[in-house]
C-alpha cells in the first residue's frame, strides 16, 4: 500500500512538474542573470536546406551561405547537365570551383570544411547510381585539392537517385549535379 501511494505521489509530482514546464521558463527569464550569455552559444544553426541551393554552373549546385561569404560570380543561365553516364567537369564548373577553392584557402571561409553531394538521375540501379554519385563528388573533390584545398576539408558523398524528381530528359539534367554545402559543424564568419 506504501509503495503504490508513493508512486502516486511521485507521478503526481512528475506530472505537476512537465505541466508547469512553461511557467518555470516565463518566470526564471524575469529573474536577472549575473552575466548574460553569448548569442551565438544560445542560437542553434539550422541544418543546410538542400531546397535553398542555387544552381551556379552546368554541374554544380551551391548552398546560399557559401555564395553569400564566397562572393562566387555565376552564370544566370546555368543549369546542371552533367552527361549521362559521366562525371566530367565543363570549364564553367572549374571557374566557380576556382573561386570556392579560393574562398576555402584564404577567403572567408579559410579552413572550414564543405560537403559533395553527388547526384544522378534515376535510371539504373540504385548501386550504380550511388557509385555515378560518388565518382561526380570525387572529380569535384579531386579538382578542389589539385587548386590547394586540404582533402580534409571536403566531405565526399554522394545520394544517387534517391532525391531524384525527373521524368524525362529535361529533368533528368537537374538531377545530375553535384551540390556543394558548408559543412554542418562550420560556421560562416559574421553568424556569431
Known amino acids: 500500500?506504501?509503495?503504490?501511494?508513493?508512486?502516486?505521489?511521485?507521478?503526481?509530482?512528475?506530472a505537476l512538474g512537465v505541466g508547469c514546464s512553461k511557467?518555470?521558463?516565463?518566470?526564471?527569464?524575469?529573474?536577472?542573470?549575473s552575466k548574460p550569455a553569448p548569442a551565438a552559444t544560445n542560437q542553434v544553426k539550422p541544418q543546410p536546406n538542400?531546397?535553398?541551393d542555387q544552381q551556379v554552373s552546368p554541374n554544380l549546385a551551391l548552398a546560399g551561405d557559401i555564395i553569400a561569404a564566397c562572393g562566387i560570380k555565376t552564370t544566370a543561365s546555368a543549369n546542371p547537365k552533367f552527361d549521362y553516364d559521366k562525371d566530367d567537369l565543363s570549364l564553367e564548373?572549374?571557374?566557380?570551383?576556382?573561386?570556392?577553392a579560393t574562398c576555402l584557402t584564404t577567403g572567408?571561409?579559410?579552413g572550414k570544411g564543405v560537403?559533395?553531394?553527388?547526384?544522378?538521375?534515376?535510371?539504373?540501379?540504385?548501386?550504380?547510381?550511388?557509385?555515378?554519385?560518388?565518382?561526380?563528388?570525387?572529380?569535384?573533390s579531386s579538382y578542389l585539392v589539385r587548386l590547394g584545398v586540404a582533402k580534409t576539408q571536403l566531405g565526399v558523398t554522394t545520394r544517387g537517385?534517391?532525391?531524384?524528381?525527373?521524368?524525362?530528359?529535361?529533368?533528368?539534367q537537374q538531377d545530375?549535379?553535384?551540390?556543394?554545402?558548408?559543412a554542418s559543424n562550420a560556421t560562416v564568419p559574421g553568424d556569431s
Request: proline share 2%.
Open 1 to 14: 500500500m506504501k509503495t503504490t501511494t508513493l508512486a502516486l505521489v511521485l507521478a503526481s509530482v512528475a
Open 23 to 33: 511557467d518555470k521558463a516565463k518566470s526564471a527569464s524575469t529573474i536577472p542573470e
Open 50 to 52: 538542400l531546397t535553398a
Open 93 to 100: 564548373d572549374r571557374a566557380v570551383l576556382d573561386q570556392v
Open 108 to 110: 572567408a571561409l579559410k
Open 115 to 140: 560537403s559533395l553531394i553527388g547526384r544522378a538521375d534515376p535510371r539504373g540501379t540504385e548501386e550504380y547510381n550511388l557509385g555515378l554519385g560518388s565518382r561526380r563528388s570525387e572529380s569535384v
Open 161 to 172: 537517385a534517391l532525391d531524384a524528381t525527373g521524368t524525362d530528359e529535361a529533368s533528368w
Open 176 to 182: 545530375r549535379r553535384v551540390d556543394i554545402q558548408l
